[in-house]
């Protein structure tokens, strides 16, 4: 038995695209309907085909769903969800896919009072964006983090993890602060490191542009992919995961001049037992199946 008849997408760029075309490869008898604020990104959509109704408004895209994801990045998801809390019908599912659950869950518990919330987080993505740049096997093998408030309803968050297995993700269900201090370490501030990093190159008066594209080696080369992110989503993921972020960049700064005092004082052995450690955590993550161990990243030459 298929957990949702109908599921409601809003917000069709990759995350959003990825979904409905997972479902389709996945559930194809699921009726899927979305709604996009980006009139150029709903004609787009309507090229595709990804969706049964294509809706002018979120509020006429909710209507009839059992389950709603609102795919907007988390600083629109209050003012999304006052829009769509008249339409949406009372024994709906509503979850979202931000990387940020706190703020979110606050957000939705507030717009949408007595209604079956589940936040999820799939944690998948790349650097690219809009509904072009989705694909149906972008969450398999992946983690979706669930973090339903105290109190949910365990059939609704049964049926939503049951949604994101048969799309391929492997399921944890955490609380949502929790959940934040987490992806603080393991997401935002790897992606803040990397803004600043090619912030800071593109800055340089002594290196041109030219000379910084030319020699990038490796490692500047996958900062710049993860910089090429969305710049909306991540704006708002920063501010409304601001404390756990800045918890993590303190404690990442006080590292980072340990660090520094190690160079200027030729400590190589702290140098070496830092490098021997971080080698291990690779090497954890390649046991989990989280990033490919092919030479290269798995990249094609």
Known sequence: MLPFARVSVIGLGLIGSSIVRAVRDTMPTVHLSGHDADPAVRARVATLGLVDDLADSAGAAVTDADLVILCVPPGAIGAVAREIAADVPDDAVVSDVGSSKAAVLADLLAALPGRHIVPAHPVAGTEHSGPDAGFATLFKGRWCILTPPPGADPIAVERVTEFWR??????EIMDAAHHDRVLAITSHL??????????TASDMEEVTRSEVIKFSAGGFRDFTRIAASDPTMWRD???????????????????LTMLQRAIRW????????????????????????????????????
Request: aromatic fraction near 8%.
């Open 237 to 255: 993921v920063f501010l409304s995961n601001r404390d756990a972020v800045l918890e993590m960049l303190q404690r990442f700064t006080e590292d």
């Open 166 to 171: 048969r799309l391929g993700s492997d399921i």
């Open 266 to 301: 030729g400590d190589g052995d702290q140098l070496f037992d830092l490098f021997t450690r971080t080698r291990a955590v690779r090497r954890s993550i390649l046991e989990e199946g989280q990033d490919d161990p092919a030479p290269d990243f798995g990249r094609r030459h």
């Open 190 to 199: 790897p992606h803040l490191i990397a803004y600043t990093i090619v912030g």
